[in-house]
Nanobody
Framework: QVQLVESGGGLVHPGGSLRLSCAAS????????IGWFRQAPGKEREGVSS????????VYADSVKGRFTISGDNAKNTVYLQMNSLKPEDTALYYC??????????????????WGQGTQVTVSS
């Protein structure tokens, strides 16, 4: 069955970096968009970045452009989110999710059918 497992979260100082991983099984990331989302306490879930290998598209939220980079390793069926220049406002539970096949990269939560359990990112001095 479809499964998504996030890893790589942790505690980091402002200005630091983390790389999140989203390991997929039960489907191929070659054909499905993968998105990263985050949710801070008391706030709605928001899209951070998305990648679609089939459509060769990526998208980023304005708040992370120039700091975060999404990439995929189709051989490992894994998508990564490299996060640099982290800020306290990046603190949240980060989730990866996947869409139906051949969907363009998108930050719309409603486009995603399967979700991982999340990995916590805390940016604090």
């Amino acid at each position: 069955q479809v499964q998504l497992v996030e890893s790589g979260g942790g505690l980091v100082h402002p200005g630091g970096s983390l790389r999140l991983s989203c390991a997929a099984s039960g489907f191929s990331v070659d054909y499905h968009a993968i998105g990263w989302f985050r949710q801070a306490p008391g706030k709605e879930r928001e899209g951070v970045s998305s990648i679609s290998s089939s459509n060769e598209t990526t998208v980023y939220a304005d708040s992370v452009k120039g700091r975060f980079t999404i990439s995929g390793d189709n051989a490992k069926n894994t998508v990564y989110l490299q996060m640099n220049s982290l800020k306290p406002e990046d603190t949240a539970l980060y989730y990866c999710a996947t869409t139906r096949p051949f969907t363009r990269a998108t930050l719309h939560v409603s486009e995603y059918d399967y979700w991982g359990q999340g990995t916590q990112v805390t940016v604090s001095s």
